[in-house]
């Protein structure tokens, strides 16, 4: 190579660091803060009682499958959650939701006695430990 190549690749580094520093540091902040206030939002969602047009919105979303793992477990985990609710996510594909209602101490008992055959050991032990209350 001789010097005109080099620093034209020289150059071309020098570029491409500037123009990361200068759009790609700002992209991935914004994409850590919005992942940040994403998981906070879905914290919410779990933790207080709600209105009859969150429910209904909830519903939907279930029914789309647009909730993330963690947004339906804070979800199975909320006492004031409605019974129609609960039974939706006792049929979860993820065992760590299902643990989290057979954990939830508003959980009908007939809701539990069919966690209690449940295939993973964890949601069996939980609903099993929980039945009598």
């Known amino acids: ?5 080099v620093g034209g690749l020289v150059f071309l580094v020098c570029c491409t660091i500037i123009t990361f520093v200068t759009h790609g540091i700002p992209i991935l902040i914004d994409r850590k ?8 939002r879905e914290r919410d969602l779990g933790r207080r009682k709600k209105s009859k047009a969150e429910l209904n919105e909830l519903r939907i979303q279930l029914a789309l499958g647009s909730l993330s793992k963690n947004a339906l477990e804070v ?5 004031t959650i409605p019974t129609d609710i609960l039974e939706t996510l006792s049929t979860d594909k993820n065992w ?3 643990y989290q209602i ?3 101490p508003s959980t009908p008992a007939v809701i539990r006695l069919k966690l209690c055959d449940d295939v993973n ?3 069996r032990g939980q609903a099993e430990w929980l039945k009598g209350y």
């Open 121 to 123: 050991w964890q949601v």
């Open 33 to 40: 803060i919005e992942k940040q206030r994403k998981i906070q």
């Open 75 to 79: 979800v199975a985990n909320n006492p």
């Open 96 to 98: 760590e939701v299902r």
């Open 1 to 5: 190579m001789d010097d005109s190549t």
């Open 102 to 104: 057979a954990q939830n």
